[in-house]
């Protein structure tokens, strides 16, 4: 009698650590710069430089009032598309602004590869734009989902 007291007790010790396991919330995505260092981490990339402070707003439309931090990595070498854009936006009508540019700038691209790069055109067509609550990226990489997998530790 008092082992089955036991059992039970510890059954529902189990199943309340499950639930709480189960309902935490998940972390704050970091800034942009830290959330590149674990993507970095996680997933094996070549070189790539931060070009954000002369390229974003000309490539992108995005501008500095936007934002408060912002990552725009670019391949070292090569002529590959590979690009890491990691936006946050300073709210939530920025934060809509900015994802629309990146749209458009990801169409932009892929236009192009029709017409002049078309062995590019798979890494544009799977290009993914994430948003993360006032954090938004373009991932456009052959590793995009492995990255984009970096992203579902958080809200």
Same mark, same amino acid.
């Given at each position: 009698?008092?082992?089955?007291?036991?059992?039970?007790?510890?059954?529902? &010790?189990?199943? *309340?650590? &499950?639930?709480?396991?189960?309902?935490?919330?998940?972390?704050?995505?970091?800034?942009?710069?830290?959330?590149?260092?674990?993507?970095?981490?996680?997933?094996?990339?070549?070189?790539?430089?931060?070009?954000?402070?002369?390229?974003?707003?000309?490539?992108?439309?995005?501008?500095?009032?936007?934002?408060?931090?912002?990552?725009?990595?670019?391949?070292?070498?090569?002529?590959?598309?590979?690009?890491?854009?990691?936006?946050?936006?300073?709210?939530?009508?920025?934060?809509?602004?900015?994802?629309?540019? *990146?749209?458009?700038?990801?169409?932009?691209?892929?236009?192009?590869?029709?017409?002049?790069?078309?062995?590019?055109?798979?890494?544009?067509?799977?290009?993914?734009?994430?948003?993360?609550?006032?954090?938004?990226?373009?991932?456009?990489?052959?590793?995009?989902?492995?990255?984009?997998?970096?992203?579902?530790?958080?809200?």
């Amino acid at each position: 009698m008092e082992t089955l007291k036991i059992i039970k007790i510890l059954a529902l &010790c189990l199943a *309340l650590v &499950c639930f709480a396991a189960c309902g935490a919330d998940k972390a704050e995505i970091p800034e942009p710069a830290a959330l590149y260092g674990e993507i970095k981490a996680a997933v094996e990339l070549a070189p790539m430089s931060d070009v954000a402070e002369y390229m974003l707003e000309a490539d992108t439309g995005i501008t500095a009032d936007e934002y408060s931090a912002a990552v725009y990595y670019i391949l070292d070498e090569g002529t590959a598309p590979d690009q890491i854009i990691i936006v946050k936006a300073n709210d939530t009508a920025a934060a809509d602004a900015v994802e629309q540019k *990146l749209k458009g700038w990801l169409t932009y691209q892929e236009e192009g590869a029709q017409v002049y790069m078309t062995e590019n055109m798979p890494l544009f067509q799977n290009g993914i734009i994430r948003r993360n609550g006032q954090t938004v990226s373009l991932i456009v990489s052959s590793k995009a989902e492995e990255i984009a997998k970096v992203y579902d530790r958080y809200k």
